[in-house]
């Protein structure tokens, strides 16, 4: 029901983002003359108004009107071993109350994959530019091209919960994965990640360390057994690394992974994943602190998606890359439950706690970090469809954070209205 839009730091990081997503694309895309194209374009109108914008902890309510223009397109394409799905997007936000008066965004997202008698081949990826009072801040919301928490669009949370007015942050995600079925019983999975983020406009020097740019690599391989016709079990190594910008300060993560998998059909699934492993911090410990240390975790996903409503949920801890600077442990609850009321209507209402803290001061006794946070967001939407094209949105949100060294933590109510067309997807060959 809604999208969220990034932002990116020079021109040369851009293009070669943007060239190998489409790049990507293209491999993933089938031959032309055996494929099926899909065209579904997609524009919204939106006013808003918030109470606490920046999230700044010293604000109690000062009104602030936002006012954003999307505009996009949802692009399949279709054959009968592969699908493709690519979504551009473009938003122009304005800040009616704020010195900056916002920057254009963007967003182009893909969802991919090839299968052959014994082998599938995917990629997911994303490319978005955003400014940092909007892309900061985790979404409640669900990513709708990838919600399965097996592999989503990121898999990470980076974001360091700080709004700064002015700078802006781009982002470039890209995860190939290969499987190859053995024999009816067991198949070999293997995974790739690699996800960068970079800020620009962050020029005041005592919040400079708040935003790293970072560049993180991951890979995975996995034996994966059928234990029955809709469950299986899988285990299997990894290797991870991250590397801040400038600093010379670098993470590298080796484990492994466990994980079980049931699946009633596409839409309706559950899984659980438990991993563990060793992380060794280049320059990122500092004096008297150990440079190695044991991260572990577990996550629990579950989707059921029905013809009228839909629901999912995860559940767990996870070890991210973050903005902030460093490898950090992601304690999370996701819910998310949609449905529709009528041929007309339809509502949805979100809610996601995040508690991001530092893998290093986790190995050193819980000592906190500067950017150690609590952070929730809770999300409820109504939509109406005036036409068989054009639709009425309107949402309430409120968000909710506290770093762990400060005092006092920050609230913002959200109050929406949206206007919007989407619509009717055109089919060729």
């Not at 919960?161 to 995600?173: H, M």
């Not at 790293?212 to 057994?225: E, M, S």
């Amino acid at each position: 029901m809604s999208s969220s839009f990034r932002n990116l730091s020079t021109a040369r990081v851009s293009s070669s983002a943007a060239a190998g997503i489409c790049f990507a694309g293209l491999i993933a895309c089938p031959a032309a003359g055996a494929a099926q194209y899909t065209f579904q374009p997609n524009a919204e109108l939106t006013a808003e108004e918030h109470t606490n914008l920046g999230m700044d902890p010293e604000v109690s309510k000062k009104l602030e009107e936002t006012y954003f223009a999307t505009a996009g397109a949802v692009i399949g394409i279709d054959t009968l071993r592969s699908k493709t799905t690519l979504k551009p997007q473009v938003s122009r936000p304005y800040y009616a109350d704020q010195d900056s008066k916002g920057t254009t965004e963007g967003k182009f997202d893909l969802n991919s994959y090839y299968s052959s008698l014994r082998s599938t081949v995917s990629v997911t990826g994303r490319f978005d530019r955003r400014d940092e009072i909007r892309g900061e801040l985790p979404d409640a919301k669900v990513d709708e091209l990838n919600p399965n928490a097996t592999n989503p669009t990121p898999p990470t949370n980076p974001e360091t919960g700080r709004t700064l007015v002015g700078a802006k942050r781009d982002q470039f995600f890209i995860s190939p994965g290969y499987t190859y079925n053995l024999n009816q019983i067991f198949a070999i999975d293997a995974t790739a990640m690699y996800q960068t983020i970079n800020y620009s406009g962050v020029n005041n020097p005592s919040v400079a360390n708040d935003f790293v740019d970072f560049t993180f690599y991951k890979a995975a391989v996995a034996l994966r057994k059928s234990v029955t016709e809709r469950a299986d079990v899988s285990a299997g190594p990894y290797f991870a690394r991250y590397e801040s910008g400038g600093s010379n300060t670098h993470t590298d993560g080796t484990g492994g992974a466990v994980s079980f998998n049931y699946k009633w059909s596409q839409t309706q699934y559950a899984g659980i994943n438990v991993f563990m492993e060793r992380e060794d911090y280049g320059k990122q410990a500092v004096a008297g602190q150990d440079s190695t240390a044991n991260a572990y975790g577990a996550e629990f996903t579950m989707a059921f998606k029905q013809l009228i409503s839909g629901l999912y949920l995860n559940l767990g801890r996870n070890v991210t890359p973050s903005g902030s600077g460093g490898v950090y442990y992601s304690d999370q609850l996701q819910v998310q439950y949609v449905r529709d009321l009528s041929q007309r209507s339809g509502m949805l209402a979100a809610v996601r706690y995040l508690n991001d803290h530092s893998v290093v001061g986790a190995a050193n006794g819980n000592v906190l970090n500067a950017n150690d946070r609590k952070y929730a967001q809770a999300d409820l939407e109504y939509r109406y469809q005036l036409t068989q094209t054009v639709y009425v949105r309107v949402g309430y949100e409120y968000t909710w954070q506290e770093y762990k060294i400060a005092n006092e933590p920050a609230h913002d109510h959200r109050i929406g209205v949206s206007i919007g067309y989407e619509g009717l997807s055109q089919r060729s060959r």
